[in-house]
């Protein structure tokens, strides 16, 4: 119980609220015992008065701030239900989390959106992690369940309940996806896929969509995952509980029936389900009730493609698929029967003969509609040992059609069943051990409830009394495991509510008594059970309604319930009349046969019970309630030999909204799953447990003496008697300190005080401190002030007496200075007066002699140029005269072709020449055109012209006024006509002026702007050149982008399918070696046929190497010279026998062949013979015989195309031609017969010469092979520097330097020795002419590389050794192929083709890279996080060790490693630098080491990034510090070894961002702001996520509030679009990696040191 001093002023409390069912209040004043009022401010500022009648009555108390949001409830100081409504609340709205522990529960609060935390990143992250270390989530509970059972070796149960719509389904989904990635070893195999394949099928014909969820699950479900010795699923089984088959002929409004009847239905246009005579839902009532014909968001036929494939990968054919639908088919039809009532008194029915539904519903099952249809309204009876037919009423035969239906749909339900677990059944032995997953109904509580309810309701009370039980024995294995004196918890149990149901004479057995009785009743069964627990022996669990006989109220654990007894009896009996039954048993369908044959053949019907007319069968079936009795008690007997895991759904909301929180309806799932019954038993012990060490961290402020975390034990123990006075409220384990409710807020408000107490202290100390500063300061800045006053003032008189001295200087000074300048301004002013006066005499008297001369001038000029006008004028006239009388004449012309043109004549040429009229308009447009072109010519000249003039004009008045200037002339006197003239002239001649002047603005203007045009376009045109430029540019390097990126994708794809193919590989020789020592075993010797097909070379003796039974070479007649013994054994397995003779000539001739096309047999048939050899002869006479070959060919084409062309002839000589012609016919003709004869007579010659070939290879078949072999090999190059290895010493050469070597060995060699041998052998066996040889022994030593490389699978040097071996060769092979050798003429290429092999190479060293950073990513997998994360490396770091918010602490959790057994950064930086240093001692191009650890901390960094987000305890100030600090250390060690270039230090990018982020500002919007700028790397998940998280560990650190968090994602709203929704990194991504290109040395024997330990001195330099 709280402490009474907690109810302090400012104290927080919970107190009930009508609507938020319980509101936060503030408490004004302190509590008094003795109150009756607590005075309380609520949120919104009201103030109210709380009635206290006793200390119990007062409200219970708020959570410390630091616990709020806590991911376990049972963490919290307070338990009680206000504050876990109020952590669900918050950790559901503001931190968008939807898991929560509490205890042993995982609580899943169904958000109604799509989250992405359930990818196979999140499955990464949760797989082998503690259930203490992460976040709630469902993978946590599946992993611990599954760590459990390996380590274990005990079967577990996952128990996941809730009411309809909370996401029970979807979780059972997520948890076996979870065991099948991790059972499967993240590759679905077989089992797997069919386990996964289950889910669609139960969910299309057992899920619905009722009012309150669109996908409700409609029966319980219990699946058992059987896994192996290693951990992988061999198997599974399923048990289902309770279909509701009431849903098939009936639904509420707003629901639907089972999926698979609309899946059907929306299907129904596909060619194979044309058959079922289907329609849309809306037409069958089996559908149509509810209303709801379709589920926004969903596609049906969609769903039923997923259905059918998933029967596929379970093994149920398509036949029986279309025999399935066509059963569930016949049900809808059976729907629409339509029956009919008869009889006077309605007391008859009949069905129509002719009722199409009858009809398709006969013909789908295979039955006989007419026996149907009497049956359906008919019934038999048995009375006096004579058998009756009796007619059923209308309403009667309805409610059998229905029966029959529903007992249908049951058996076809449980048949799919029993399917699925044959389909699932292992194949592979016994399960070792197995994981359930328990998808069952939550507690039930409607208007109305019925017998489903009540069966649901019982199931509940059964779990509900398990999870009590083992809830109270972890809490006291707990206590016993820490060593504590601990009482008995007392926990209320609810056996007597499970006693009333299923005890003697309970509601069960009289529910079957009545069900036995001929005329039992519901009515009946309610009177029962009034008298037998209510008036004889009163039961505190039941109760009878007080307006109702026909109901009766059961004391659930969760809450009272009201059931309505009508309908208890008919769905307890599930009565289906036998005769319908023998009819379906009849049916000419299989399947129906064998689903109702089955009732023969079991005593009991699983789902129901088949009434029939003899009396004496009936007392044997059992009931619905019996049998889920029964079976109810398997599953609780299965459960308590597990060990549980539970899983509470729970539904926030009856809308489906996202995110949307009634605490209405989350309070009554809290009390009905047993969430709140969970944190009482928690309640009634100790429910706060600190470690002393967490202890010590938080409240080391309340302890004395020396303090020291070694000391924390001790310290706790001396103090906490100090701190609570009440010792039955602390306890002291072995390991941690124990806390009674309460208690931790008391110790939170002590600690509070004491800091309150030192900071009154601190700011007393500092302010004397600072007021003694301040006084000092006053004091100096005064003194200093008064002696600047003083001096300030004294200088300022002095300045005054100066200043009064100066101005009088100045006065008398500037007066005389005024007076002189006036004087001199006047003078000088009369100066200039008299200056301008005269020159202005003088000017005017000039102007008027010089405007007479120009008078006279101009007067001359304007008469020329009048005359010249008038000229003009007259000219102009007399052309408009001649054009005038011109005109006329055309008009006159014109007239008569008019005339002319009326005359039919005149319209026919006119329609005939349409071609030239259009000529001559277009002539006439030309002429038009040029005359216009004329006068604009004309124009300009005029204009030219003019302006001449002008110019001359100009010259003219020019050269005038300088005369003038000059030589002034006196002029005589003119008269005043003369100047008028004059003046007209010369204002004509101005005006002219103006106007010309004006047009060569105009010109200059338009020439302006037509250069500014052009300018403009110019700069236009270089803007666009420039920009095409720039975008061509852009759109190469967009393309090379792009192209890149589909190079490294499609080189991930393949290095990926290598992965793969190696796994595979791997996985066949583990099968193959098991299969053979099965076989060993059981006694049976046999060679493995792929032992036969082994690249590595056999000797004829039998060698260490190669153990094997003796090959067909070993057992060949033939000599050693044949081929390789990898084509011979290929021959001899392939090969038919007739062929194996001839196999070994075959294969050496294929040389020659090759040749012989390469070369298009162009060989002289006149090859001179060598000693009359046969061999030689054969050679030549085969090159002359496809030579001979290739020439009739062509002959026999170009005879055909020359009979071609005498066939045309022969047709055109006969169709009508000359005897000349007909005779040259016949001589070609004569010609060709006698090529035909020559042609003729050279086939037979080529025949006789095949018949010879034969022979000779009867009877020489070895000499003619050796020496063709022999004669078909080019000519060998001398190559210097090689090393010559017998054959008979290659399996020897290949054990000594690769299957044998040693370690230390191998690693002190020079890098590449072995290949550098291995290569010179080979050149030089290639250089002998021996090509088979040689390709035969580069695959046997690419074999042998690659056997090595899988030996070595746990060593990194010898893998790096390896692959560096193994690239050499295949630079060495690639380097020195014909393609490669054609750039070089110094080089000498091989003569064998290895090209396929060189190919082999390269795939073989992908796979050694990928090995090599198996093993070190193997390595670094179990100590990156405690390094990177956990480890404290930074000494007195403040708040590394705190606890936050008390993190989850289960009964049974591992204990964790003390810090001395915490792997630190040293322990990464050792795994990382044992590969560089074995990658630089084999002296690797730099490229390549960038790449590789480019991929390592890739992996380090979304290993940590990926815990970060799903740990809390990661998200605070000092963890940030800590994870920056060990990722610089990384950081230094990359850049000291120089691999920072290869992008390793920048795939660290994120965690630096994140870890910056956790140390960053979190309040203004500036910091919010610096955020988004900083992290660039991170997505805004990722940020929110961390923002989420994050706690505060110490007083000075404040939590992340609600609106930071929503101002980061407005910032990042914009972002998100860009960057991918997943929250966490992709931890198995690979970067494709790609091989520098180095070409290799040149090698020789002489450069080579090979050590004695090899023992390969049999080999000799050559």
């Not at 002219?992 to 060569?1000: A, G």
Request: glycine share 4%; aromatic share 6%; with cysteine.
């Amino acid at each position: 119980m709280a402490t009474l001093e907690l109810y302090s002023k400012g104290a927080s409390v919970w107190i009930p609220d009508p609507d938020a069912v319980w509101v936060s209040a503030q408490l004004l004043n302190d509590y008094k015992p003795g109150e009756k009022q607590l005075s309380l401010q609520l949120p919104n500022g009201n103030e109210v008065q709380y009635p206290v009648s006793s200390p119990s009555d007062l409200p219970p108390l708020g959570n410390p701030d630091i616990l709020e949001g806590e991911n376990d409830l049972t963490a919290l100081s307070f338990l009680h239900e206000p504050a876990v409504l109020h952590n669900l609340r918050v950790r559901f709205l503001d931190y968008n989390s939807i898991y929560t522990y509490c205890g042993i529960v995982l609580v899943a609060i169904n958000p109604y959106d799509h989250l992405p935390i359930y990818g196979e990143e999140v499955i990464d992250a949760y797989s082998g992690q503690d259930m203490t270390d992460m976040e709630p989530h469902i993978f946590s509970v599946a992993e611990d369940a599954y760590r459990t059972m390996t380590r274990e070796e005990k079967n577990q149960s996952i128990i996941i309940s809730g009411e309809s719509g909370s996401g029970k389904t979807v979780s059972a989904k997520f948890t076996m996806r979870y065991f099948a990635v991790v059972g499967g070893a993240s590759q679905q195999t077989s089992v797997e896929e069919r386990v996964l394949a289950s889910n669609p099928i139960m969910e299309s014909i057992g899920n619905a969509k009722t009012t309150r969820n669109d996908n409700s699950s409609r029966f319980g479900k219990y699946i058992e995952i059987g896994f192996g010795k290693n951990g992988d699923i061999i198997g599974a089984n399923m048990r289902t509980y309770l279909l509701e088959k009431s849903r098939v002929v009936f639904q509420a409004s707003a629901e639907r029936n089972y999926h698979i009847f609309y899946q059907l239905c929306a299907s129904r246009d596909l060619p194979e389900m044309r058959s079922l005579k289907l329609d849309g839902p809306e037409s069958f009532r089996y559908t149509n009730q509810g209303g709801d014909m379709q589920i926004p968001g969903t596609d049906d036929v969609a769903d039923l493609e997923r259905t059918r494939n998933a029967f596929t990968i379970l093994g149920v054919k398509a036949d029986q698929q279309l025999e399935l639908f066509r059963i569930i088919s016949a049900i809808l039809h059976l729907g629409n029967v339509n029956i009919q009532a008869s009889g006077r008194s309605s007391d008859k029915s009949y069905i129509d003969a002719e009722d199409i539904s009858l009809t398709n519903f006969s013909k789908l099952l295979g039955v006989e509609g007419s026996q149907m249809a009497h049956w359906l309204c008919h019934r038999r009876l048995t009375v006096g040992g004579e058998m009756l037919v009796k007619p059923m009423t209308g309403q009667q035969a309805v409610e059998a059609r229905d029966a029959l239906a529903k007992h249908i749909y049951g058996q076809l339900f449980t048949w799919t069943v029993e399917r699925l677990n044959s389909a699932l059944r292992s194949q592979r032995g016994q399960a070792k051990s197995f994981i359930g997953v328990l998808d069952i109904y939550g507690f039930e509580t409607f208007e109305r409830n019925s017998f489903e309810q009540f069966c649901i309701n019982y199931a509940n009370e059964k779990l509900q009394q398990q999870f009590n039980r083992h809830v109270f024995h972890l809490e006291q294995e707990e206590y016993i495991r820490e060593e504590l004196a601990w009482s008995r918890i007392e926990f209320s149990d609810n056996q007597q509510c499970i006693n009333l149901i299923e005890g003697q004479l309970g509601m069960f057995d009289l529910l079957d008594e009545e069900c036995r009785m001929p005329k039992g009743s519901d009515e009946n069964w309610v009177r029962k059970l009034y008298d037998q627990h209510l008036t004889s022996v009163p039961h505190p669990h039941f109760r009878k309604p007080r307006m109702s006989t026909s109901a009766f109220i059961v004391l659930h654990f969760a809450d009272t319930v009201q059931y309505e007894s009508e309908g208890f009896l008919d769905k307890n009996r599930d009565t289906v009349f036998e005769e319908l039954i023998n009819i379906l048993k009849a049916s000419q369908s299989e399947l129906v046969a064998e689903l109702f044959q089955q009732l023969g053949n079991t005593p009991s019907v699983a789902n129901g019970s088949v009434r029939s007319g003899k009396r004496t069968t009936r007392e044997h079936k059992l009931t619905v309630g019996c049998q889920f009795r029964q079976s109810l008690q398997m599953l609780m007997d299965t459960l308590n030999s597990t060990t549980p895991h539970y899983v509470r759904c729970i539904k926030p909301n009856d809308l489906k909204e996202p995110f949307m929180f009634d605490p209405k309806r989350t309070v009554q799932q809290l009390r009905a799953c047993g969430v709140l019954e969970t944190i009482r038993i928690s309640a009634a012990g100790y429910p706060s447990r600190w470690t002393y060490e967490e202890f010590f961290s938080r409240y080391h402020v309340l302890l004395h003496g020396t303090q020291r975390v070694d000391q924390a034990p001790a310290l706790c123990r001396k103090a906490l008697p100090h701190l609570i006075t009440d010792p039955d409220q602390y306890c002291f384990g072995k390991t941690k300190v124990f806390f009674r409710a309460g208690q931790v807020a008391l110790l939170e408000k002590l600690r509070a005080e004491r800091l309150h107490v030192a900071a009154v202290i601190v700011q007393s100390r500092i302010r004397g401190w600072l007021a003694r500063i301040r006084y000092t300061k006053v004091l100096w800045a005064t003194v200093t002030l008064q002696r600047y006053s003083r001096g300030t003032l004294a200088r300022r008189l002095a300045l005054t007496l100066r200043y009064t001295k100066a101005a009088l200087v100045i006065q008398k000074t500037f007066r005389m200075a005024i007076v002189r300048q006036l004087f001199l301004m006047i003078r000088q002013a009369t100066i200039i007066i008299q200056a301008f006066t005269r020159g202005t005499i003088v000017r005017r008297r000039y102007r008027e002699l010089l405007s007479e001369k120009a008078a006279v001038l101009l007067q001359a000029r304007v008469r020329g140029w009048l005359a010249r006008q008038a000229y003009r004028r007259l000219r102009a006239a007399v052309v408009f005269m001649q054009c005038c009388v011109r005109r006329k004449a055309a008009r006159r012309e014109l007239l008569q072709l008019k005339t002319e043109a009326r005359s039919v004549e005149r319209y026919r040429e006119l329609n005939k020449g349409m071609e030239v009229k259009l000529m001559q308009l277009q002539l006439r447009a030309d002429q038009e055109a040029r005359e216009s072109a004329a006068l604009k010519e004309t124009l300009n000249a005029e204009r030219e012209m003019k302006s001449a003039e002008v110019e001359a004009l100009r010259v003219t008045i020019q050269k005038l006024e300088r005369q003038k200037q000059e030589k002034p002339q006196p002029h005589p006197a003119i008269s005043e006509k003369e100047v008028e003239e004059r003046r007209r002239a010369e204002e004509k001649a101005a005006q002219e002026i103006l106007q010309l002047t004006q047009e060569l603005q105009v010109l200059q203007k338009e020439k302006d702007s037509l250069y500014k045009e052009k300018e403009d376009l110019s700069a236009l045109l270089l803007e666009k050149e420039k920009m095409l430029e720039e975008s061509v540019n852009q759109a190469v390097s967009r393309e090379i982008a792009d192209l890149q990126a589909e190079l490294d994708e499609e080189r991930r794809k393949y290095q990926g399918l290598l992965r793969e193919f190696t796994r595979l590989e791997q996985r066949y020789d583990n099968l193959r070696e098991m299969s053979l020592l099965t076989e060993r075993n059981k006694g049976h010797k046999r060679t493995d046929s792929s032992q036969s097909l082994s690249f590595e070379p056999i000797s004829p003796s039998p060698t260490p190497l190669s153990p094997q039974s003796p090959t067909p070479q070993s057992l060949s007649p033939f000599p050693s010279s044949f081929p390789s013994p990898e084509l011979v054994r290929r021959v001899s397995v392939t090969s038919p026998p007739l062929e194996r003779g001839f196999s070994s000539w075959s294969l050496e001739s294929s040389s020659m062949e090759h040749l012989m096309e390469k070369m298009d047999v162009v060989k002289d048939p006149a090859v001179k013979l060598k000693g009359e050899d046969l061999a030689h002869a054969y050679d030549a006479v085969r090159v002359a015989n496809k030579f001979l070959e290739n020439q009739l060919r062509s002959q026999r084409s170009q005879w055909e195309e020359e009979m071609e062309a005498l066939r045309c002839q022969l047709s055109q000589a006969i169709s009508g031609s000359s005897p000349a012609a007909q005779g040259q016919v016949w001589e070609l003709l004569e010609a060709r017969e006698h090529e035909c004869v020559k042609l003729r007579r050279e086939l037979k010659e080529l025949r006789s010469t095949v018949s010879l070939k034969r022979l000779l290879t009867q009877v020489f078949p070895s000499t003619l092979t050796r020496e063709d072999s022999f004669t078909s090999l080019p000519k060998p190059t001398a190559v210097p520097g090689l090393m010559e290895c017998k054959k008979r010493d290659e399996p020897k050469l290949l054990k000594n330097l690769i299957t044998d070597i040693r370690a230390d060995s191998a690693l002190s060699l020079p890098p590449g020795l072995p290949t550098n041998v291995l290569f010179l052998c080979i050149r030089h066996i290639d250089c002998s002419g021996d090509q088979a040889r040689a390709r035969s022994f580069c695959s046997a030593t690419v074999t042998t590389m690659k056997t090595a490389l899988k030996k070595h699978v746990h060593d990194v040097n010898m893998t790096a050794l390896w692959l560096k071996n193994i690239r050499l060769l295949h630079d060495l092979l690639l380097h020195h192929s014909p393609k490669q050798s054609f750039d070089s003429d110094d080089l000498v290429p091989l003569m064998a083709d290895l090209s396929d092999l060189i190919r082999n190479l390269s795939d073989l060293s992908i796979q050694a890279y990928q090995q090599l950073l198996r093993i070190t990513g193997t390595q670094l997998h179990t100590i990156i996080i405690p390094a990177l994360m956990e480890s404290e490396t930074i000494p007195s770091l403040p708040g590394s060790g705190a606890k936050l918010g008390m993190s989850r602490k289960r009964a049974g959790s591992e204990p964790r490693p003390t810090a001395a057994d915490t792997p630190t950064m040293m322990a990464v930086l050792r795994e990382l630098g044992a590969l560089h240093m074995a990658m630089t001692h084999q002296a690797f191009h730099a490229t390549l080491l960038e790449q590789a650890f480019r991929q390592l901390t890739h992996y380090i960094c979304a290993a940590s990034l990926n815990s970060m987000l799903l740990r809390k305890d990661m998200c605070c100030l000092s963890r940030g510090l800590q994870i920056r600090y060990n990722v610089t250390l990384l950081e230094d060690w990359l850049r000291g070894r120089g691999l920072q270039a290869g992008g390793a230090v920048a795939a660290l990018e994120p965690l630096i961002q994140a870890a910056q982020l956790l140390q960053m500002g979190k309040k203004t919007a500036d910091n919010a702001q610096a955020i988004v700028q900083t992290c660039a790397a991170l997505s805004s998940q990722q940020i929110v996520k961390i923002l989420t998280l994050y706690t505060p560990h110490c007083d000075l650190d404040e939590k992340v509030t609600i609106n930071f968090i929503r101002t980061i994602q407005g910032l990042l709203k914009g972002q998100s679009d860009s960057q991918p929704r997943q929250l966490l990194m992709d931890v198995r991504r690979e970067f494709p990696v790609i091989f520098p290109h180095v070409p290799p040395p040149v090698l020789s024997a002489e450069q080579l040191v090979i050590p004695e330990s090899l023992k390969i001195s049999f080999l000799r330099r050559v």
